[in-house]
């Protein structure tokens, strides 16, 4: 089955820089796909690259070509992956294993096949109805804020992202003896606590992102960190940001995302230092912070897979049957700093990074008021009718015997 697929690959180019590009087959390189995935970085190219290989595997198995495919077709295969698709129709194309999408992944499927097909039309004799049905929709507003640009017909509706609350018991029980077994764990789950960092910026720090002094000299004189974006880890991993990072003369990293650090932070981190990574030093041949201290592989760079691997390990050493997510941290820690903050979201955007602050009101305007209660309590104390329990007691009549 994988030999009649279009595949993805890792393409190493000789300035050592990395791209993902399409496979036919044949194993031949898909020509048309590179014209819209070389626009993106690595990142996104990445994503997409999956993303348009499974469309192209959809044409592939229902016959269907580029050139005569239509809007309702394209619909449909969005419905089939998101699962909301009725009745039967075509043939299977994705894996036993693959799950539906959610409304979030099958939105970056939705622009990179609208982009792919716009960006045939210049060149290929595409439908031009589906050309037409890509470029008509346009949106004039966006909540109470107007704004001009292009919907996507084929993006499914999002709903409000309400992100899951992550509860102090579960982050007190992972604090509990016999639970994280190594300092770098303590210090691993400590900074997802107190910083709110993506996993993939954590695994991408190098000791030179680290500025744990005070009066460094730098943009920021307290104690802090530079999350950058790069995609040259050995580890693979890969911070979330496009913020621009530059050298001074001594080689101290400027700008990029800068975030404070927490008192336990630097100490967690100087405990792992000194119990486990300086033993090792000499088994270490890259610059990540974070490294394998067990195994068959010490001194290996620690992936993103490894942290969310270990912390399931903890939750089942806590007897806890949630499992935490790195990413529930940076939740927590967002919308703690949110409510601390009196709702500031400007501010809350530019500790954790956001582009705008208007995605942090979004995403905690509503869970992040734990406020909101005390308030709706008092308007509830305040309402005419009579209380619940006494309004409930039957009055006895007086014709009762």
Aim: with cysteine; aromatic share 8%.
């Amino acid at each position: 089955m994988e030999a009649d697929r279009f595949s993805v690959r890792k393409v190493r180019h000789r300035d050592k820089s990395q791209s993902f590009w399409i496979f036919t087959p044949d194993l031949e390189v898909h020509r048309p796909s590179l014209t819209v995935l070389c626009r993106y970085q690595r990142s996104t190219q990445q994503t997409y690259a999956y993303s348009l290989a499974d469309h192209l595997n959809w044409l592939l198995a229902n016959g269907k070509s580029v050139d005569t495919v239509t809007l309702d077709d394209l619909r449909r295969y969005m419905n089939g992956l998101t699962g909301q698709l009725d009745g039967v129709y075509g043939a299977a194309w994705r894996k036993p294993t693959q799950r539906p999408l959610g409304a979030s992944a099958a939105g970056n499927v939705a622009s990179i096949v609208k982009a792919f097909y716009l960006a045939l039309a210049v060149s290929h004799n595409i439908n031009a109805k589906l050309v037409e049905a890509l470029t008509s929709h346009h949106t004039a507003r966006q909540g109470a804020t107007r704004w001009n640009g292009e919907a996507n017909p084929l993006a499914p509706k999002k709903a409000a992202r309400r992100p899951r609350f992550l509860p102090d018991e579960q982050v007190q029980a992972l604090f509990a003896p016999g639970v994280l077994t190594t300092a770098r764990d303590v210090m691993i789950v400590t900074w997802l606590h107190d910083a709110g960092i993506r996993v993939g910026g954590l695994c991408g720090l190098r000791f030179c992102d680290l500025h744990l002094t005070h009066h460094h000299r730098c943009q920021r004189t307290d104690p802090h960190i530079h999350i950058v974006g790069r995609d040259d880890n050995p580890n693979g991993a890969r911070a979330k940001t496009r913020a621009p990072v530059n050298l001074a003369d001594d080689g101290t990293v400027l700008d990029g995302v800068i975030r404070a650090v927490s008192p336990d932070m630097i100490s967690t981190f100087h405990a792992y230092l000194l119990d486990e990574f300086h033993p090792m030093q000499h088994l270490v041949d890259h610059e990540q912070v974070l490294v394998h201290v067990l195994g068959k592989t010490p001194g290996a760079a620690l992936t993103t897979a490894g942290v969310r691997k270990m912390l399931g390990r903890a939750c089942t050493r806590a007897g806890m049957q949630a499992r935490v997510t790195p990413h529930g941290f940076r939740h927590k820690a967002a919308a703690t700093f949110y409510a601390e903050t009196d709702f500031n979201a400007e501010m809350v955007a530019q500790e954790f990074g956001w582009a705008s602050p208007q995605m942090v009101t979004d995403l905690y305007g509503k869970s992040a008021n734990q406020h909101a209660m005390k308030y709706l309590q008092r308007a509830w104390d305040a309402t005419a009718r009579p209380p619940t329990e006494s309004y409930l007691v039957p009055v006895a009549s007086k014709d009762t015997p």
